[in-house]
């Protein structure tokens, strides 16, 4: 008995020490991540108000903030990955944004050069309604809308704005392919417009938009709550424009609602359609400058550009450059897996989504502020993380009346 009770004792130890061995493979490893904020020609730390720097996990979606650990310096631990890291700083009247990818499977230091954002007194998104709902088991493509809001106390002028999505749609890449250098992670300084490419074709004075309203864009400028009985949330027949695409046979064109400019189509572009996929892409409101015509600029094929770093295809898209765009919205797939960023974060800084597809939500900006006398004030920071609330009841040409 005693040489049994002798040979289990040894054959025990090895089962704990083995049984410790795998527990402590199972413990994740964690490396710490230091970020400094360095700051654009004429802004120094003492003029910063606010500042904060996120990690989003590339994998997984999940996103952690970075705790301040001295002045414009940021740490975390993290476990080994790809991570997207953001990063914004605010002065009393600037904006700043910047992100970066990373691989991390060690302690590491990186630098985050922060620029200023792209911000306007005047158009912004104030709604966005592409999320579709199916008819009889069919995605149902006719009642997107794009709601442009005029943020500013002054009356602005929507002549030569260009309202589009950009190139790409989304997938597993996780970067657009325009980018600087052949398998970089930096997003170029101009945009390539995808499929219907619509604007406001005007002298510079022809639509004019009254400070605090909005002008609605609408796919198709029919009812489409009774169209489609019930199942789309949304009527659209008090739309100020619509798309028109002629070529497309079962399009129904509203004749008391005004047609925007087609103003070029790629390849890619759906024929039955404007808009963008349910699972979203980037969105921009771009505008030629004063005294460009819109003729000028489509008819110049130096404007048009392949995608680059491949040789397969070799079609020529219509681009702009950031310094024209007056807004834009990073909209991205649901599934976290999907997700692909278009937008600089000088103009975009966060991204959205919808909780699922085919719900028939929208996308709206947050109200800000609502003054004494009754006018809303949308939230602007460039960052449509923070800027926007996602999988809301489409609401088209409606103010919200409260502080969201």
């Not at 926007?388 to 919200?400: A, H, K, N, R, V």
Request: a negative charge; aromatic letters at 8%; one cysteine or more.
């Amino acid at each position: 008995m005693k040489k049994k009770l002798l040979a289990i004792i040894p054959l025990a130890a090895l089962l704990v020490m083995g049984s410790c061995k795998t527990d402590d493979d199972n413990v994740a490893s964690y490396n710490t991540l230091t970020v400094t904020l360095s700051y654009p020609d004429g802004i120094t730390q003492a003029d910063i108000t606010t500042s904060s720097v996120t990690a989003t996990n590339v994998q997984t979606g999940a996103k952690e903030q970075l705790a301040e650990s001295g002045a414009g310096t940021f740490t975390i631990k993290l476990t080994g990955g790809e991570y997207m890291i953001n990063a914004s700083a605010f002065t009393d009247n600037k904006i700043m944004n910047a992100s970066k990818q990373i691989s991390i499977y060690n302690n590491m230091d990186i630098e985050i050069g922060l620029k200023g954002a792209i911000l306007n007194d005047g158009f912004v998104f104030k709604e966005v309604y592409y999320n579709m709902v199916k008819v009889k088991n069919k995605p149902y493509t006719q009642d997107q809308f794009f709601e442009i809001y005029n943020n500013s106390d002054q009356v602005q002028y929507l002549d030569n704005c260009i309202l589009a999505r950009l190139q790409g749609i989304q997938g597993t890449a996780r970067v657009t392919q325009w980018v600087t250098s052949e398998n970089g992670t930096e997003i170029m300084d101009i945009y390539a417009l995808e499929s219907y490419v619509v604007a406001f074709v005007g002298n510079g004075t022809k639509y004019p938009v009254n400070p605090r309203e909005s002008v609605l864009i609408a796919a198709t400028a029919i009812n489409h709550n009774a169209e489609t009985g019930g199942v789309s949330p949304v009527d659209l027949t008090n739309a100020d424009y619509e798309v028109n695409i002629s070529d497309y046979k079962s399009d129904t064109d509203n004749p008391a609602v005004p047609d925007m400019t087609i103003v070029t189509k790629s390849s890619s572009a759906t024929p039955n359609f404007f808009g963008l996929p349910y699972t979203g892409n980037a969105l921009i409101l771009a505008q030629l400058p004063a005294g460009m015509t819109m003729d000028s600029y489509i008819n110049d094929r130096s404007n048009y550009r392949t995608i680059p770093w491949q040789t397969v295809n070799t079609y020529e898209f219509l681009t702009v450059p950031q310094e024209y765009v007056l807004d834009g919205i990073n909209i991205v797939n649901s599934n976290e897996s999907k997700r692909i960023v278009r937008l600089r974060p000088e103009v975009d800084n966060g991204i959205i989504f919808m909780a699922s597809d085919y719900a028939g939500k929208s996308i709206r900006r947050k109200v800000k502020e609502i003054t004494p006398d009754g006018k809303v004030i949308l939230q602007d920071t460039n960052n449509s993380s923070e800027d926007f609330l996602s999988d809301q009841t489409p609401t088209p040409g409606i103010l919200p009346t409260t502080i969201d």
